[in-house]
């Protein structure tokens, strides 16, 4: 049994989320529309939102249904999300061995681990991680779609394009690997404008036309890196969703944008 200690327990479950895994799973089947993207390319990374399910749930089961095609292949994912509580600078990790939710325990992978931690970049940081959503509330769409897998989770602060896609690289891997990006869009605009301003937003990234800025997404840091990992790699874009708040279940006065983007 794993030391408790060793645990990164669940932070947002019963607000983000459901806290029971039973209504857990139902909202997650009904998220995922794993049928639509039989036969459709399999992407290495997708950008996935990290609000509360009854806001972007839609646009993350879009995502993580993508990513499901490859389930028969993929051992590790490399999540990278922005740090919304404990400023940093840099990447970190946690000091865990696990991270927990509803849906039982991922294993983090160990050997990426200690091959990023010794970049000057990246540091090991339990405050940073302890109360961070963006990361916890991508975890169970992974843990329906894939099983059993290993994890490399890494919050993402005020730090370089280059900095985050010389991490990427680092743990690129092959077909075994697929890399993960938390992210919103706009936040608390008026419907339309938003809607005007996370099109442009979309337009960049699917171009791999960055920087972003964090008013763009919250996720600029980490977006950032991939989209200069992927122009080094000639990779695919394709937009998968793109919607906010004010379609789901929000009012349309304040609203954040969601985007659903694979990486071939």
């Not at 049994?1 to 139902?26: C, K």
């Not at 990426?112 to 169970?140: F, G, K, T, W, Y």
């Not at 706009?186 to 005007?196: D, G, I, T, V």
Request: glycine share 8%.
């Amino acid at each position: 049994m794993t030391d408790q200690a060793l645990v990164r327990p669940p932070a947002v479950a019963g607000h983000f989320y459901p806290g029971d895994r039973h209504e857990l799973e139902l909202s997650i089947k009904k998220h995922l529309r794993l049928s639509e993207w039989d036969g459709l390319p399999r992407p290495k990374a997708v950008i996935a939102p990290h609000a509360g399910y009854v806001y972007s749930g839609p646009t993350a089961g879009v995502a993580f249904s993508a990513l499901a095609s490859r389930f028969d292949e993929i051992e590790r994912v490399v999540l990278l999300g922005p740090t919304h509580r404990v400023p940093i600078a840099g990447l970190a990790l946690p000091g865990t061995v696990s991270f927990a939710t509803p849906l039982g325990q991922v294993q983090i992978d160990e050997e990426l681990a200690r091959i990023v931690v010794e970049m000057p970049q990246v540091e090991v940081n339990d405050a940073a991680h302890a109360l961070e959503h963006s990361l916890e509330v991508e975890i169970p769409f992974l843990q329906s779609i894939l099983g059993e897998f290993k994890l490399l989770p890494l919050v993402v602060g005020d730090v370089s394009p280059g900095a985050v896609a010389e991490v990427l690289e680092r743990v690129w891997g092959g077909q075994e690997t697929a890399i993960v990006i938390s992210s919103d869009l706009s936040h608390f605009l008026p419907y339309e404008e938003a809607r005007k301003v996370d099109e442009a937003t979309v337009d960049q990234i699917v171009r791999l036309a960055g920087p972003l800025s964090p008013e763009q997404a919250c996720g600029a840091h980490p977006i950032n890196g991939l989209l200069e990992a992927a122009e080094k790699h000639h990779m695919a874009t394709e937009l998968l969703d793109l919607r906010n708040s004010g379609d789901t279940a929000g009012d349309r006065e304040r609203v954040v944008g969601y985007t659903a983007i694979a990486f071939h």
